[in-house]
């Protein structure tokens, strides 16, 4: 036996500047039960769902009563509890699986939160408190195959009004959870004003169509959809009378885009914790390849990451707790930077693991690619770090 396997190595702690414990002892508790969820019922079949493709449906209704579990039986309409531990939910979720995350993500940030922000008093009553118990599920619907980044200058679908209906037309890409969701607020042009109104499409509308994106490279067991909107006829009662411009849509994901920064987080602590774990029990030349004065460079890297975007989303979180809102730049700001520094940590944990750095069985594997869509998605690197240059210069560069 070597030197190195004698010794007992040191917990594992991705959250070295102890974020955790800003949490409230209820609110702590609260983060333990989602901690074993995901332990205990997520981690030991995502790869396979990941591998094939598909989601795990059976999980949703264990998510519904998590989720009611967490926010008391106070709430009916929508889930209130502060940003830190929302933030961290997020994270915790991430850590294990990222694509539940997107699935938890699409359903209450962007869709419930369409509803909430946007809606009538009779759409809420009807929709949210089933969508709370994930009893009906959600997608949200704004990209298109053709308008990505650009959607402020205007999308492509159109919704024209034909007395108590609206007509919509056109096509849309991405929406995760679409080919199972229920309800899908769909963003489309008005066709004379040119406005961006809010629809809630219900699953079966004459005239929509869903089709799944299969040859994803990362969330492969998100379920993200191309769909087709020809002559598709919505009630005006599913309008969202409170959304009357893009702006509406922006103010929403930059709430969003805090989110997916915390969702960041969670990647890049699951790749440095799986990585330091592999490192600690691998051995090569005689040795713990942990051991070694490269990999323990990488690992401090890989940490220092980690609690610098920790702590810069507690920081976020407090201002969140005391101001009420987010501004687009401090949003983006954390979007842009914490994605961009889960990037680099994922790579290093995914070269760390050699040759079965791209195994799934490790769970770096998936952490990595996973990470490549969150780098992406919710405003790409580049127009959050434009949405920062604006605010920081004055001059838009967005053209
Ligand atoms: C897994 C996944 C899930 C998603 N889920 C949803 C969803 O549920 N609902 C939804 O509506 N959408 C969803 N999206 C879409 C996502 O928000 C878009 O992919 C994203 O906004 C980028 O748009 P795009 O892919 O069309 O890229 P494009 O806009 O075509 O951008 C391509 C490249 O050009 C760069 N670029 C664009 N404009 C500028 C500029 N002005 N200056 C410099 N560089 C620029 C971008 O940064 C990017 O690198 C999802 C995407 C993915 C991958």
């Known amino acids: 036996m070597s030197q190195s396997s004698l010794k007992q190595p040191p917990p594992i702690n991705g959250d070295l500047y102890d974020i955790e414990s800003e949490l409230s002892d209820d609110e702590r508790a609260i983060l333990l039960r989602w901690r074993a969820f995901m332990h205990d019922e997520v981690a030991p079949i995502i790869n396979d769902y990941w591998e094939r493709g598909e989601f ?16 008391g039986k106070g709430q009916t ?20 699986d990222p694509s539940l995350c997107s699935f938890i993500g699409v359903h209450r940030r962007l869709c419930m939160t369409s509803i909430w922000l946007f ?48 007509v919509l037309d056109g096509a849309k890409k991405w929406s995760g959870n679409a080919t199972f969701a229920d309800v899908n607020c769909i963003w489309a042009k008005h066709a004379e004003t040119g406005a961006v109104n809010g629809f809630l499409v219900e699953r079966g509308a004459p005239g929509y169509h869903v089709e799944k994106i299969h040859d994803k490279i990362s969330k492969r067991v998100v379920q993200n959809a191309m769909i087709r909107l020809e002559g598709c006829r919505v009630p005006e009662a599913n309008r969202l009378p409170g959304a009357r411009a893009f702006d509406d849509v922006a103010r929403q994901l930059t709430n969003a885009r805090a989110d997916v920064a915390w969702e960041a987080v969670g990647i890049a602590r699951g790749a440095y914790e799986r990585a330091l774990a592999y490192a600690l029990q691998r051995e090569q030349f005689g040795r713990a390849i ?60 995914r070269a760390m693991l050699g040759g079965n750095g791209i ?41």
Not at 77 to 96: D, F, K, N, Q
Not at 144 to 158: D, H, K, Q, W, Y
């Open 77 to 96: 309409h929508y889930p209130r509890m502060s940003p830190l531990l929302s933030g961290m939910l997020t994270a915790e979720i991430a850590r294990v």
């Open 290 to 349: 942990a051991a070694f004065q490269i990999q323990q460079l990488n690992l401090a890297k890989m940490l220092g990451n980690v609690t610098a975007m920790q702590s810069m989303m507690a920081q976020l979180a407090k201002l969140m707790q005391r101001e009420g809102s987010i501004s687009p730049e401090r949003s983006s700001l954390a979007k842009a930077w914490c994605t961009e520094k889960m990037r680099e940590t994922v790579a290093i944990a």
């Open 119 to 166: 809606g009538s008093q009779e759409q809420k009553d009807r929709w949210l408190p089933p969508m709370l118990r994930f009893e009906i599920i959600g997608s949200w619907v704004l990209t298109e195959p053709l308008v990505g980044s650009g959607a402020a200058r205007g999308l492509l679908t159109t919704a024209r009004r034909e007395g108590d209906f609206w």
């Open 359 to 399: 195994l799934l069985e490790h769970d770096v594997a998936r952490l990595f690619a996973d990470a490549e869509a969150v780098y992406s998605y919710e405003g790409s690197y580049e127009i959050n770090s434009l949405i920062v240059g604006k605010a920081i210069t004055g001059y838009s560069a967005f053209v």
């Open 56 to 71: 795990p449906l059976q999980l949703i209704p264990k998510i519904g009563a998590l989720t009611m579990e967490t926010i």
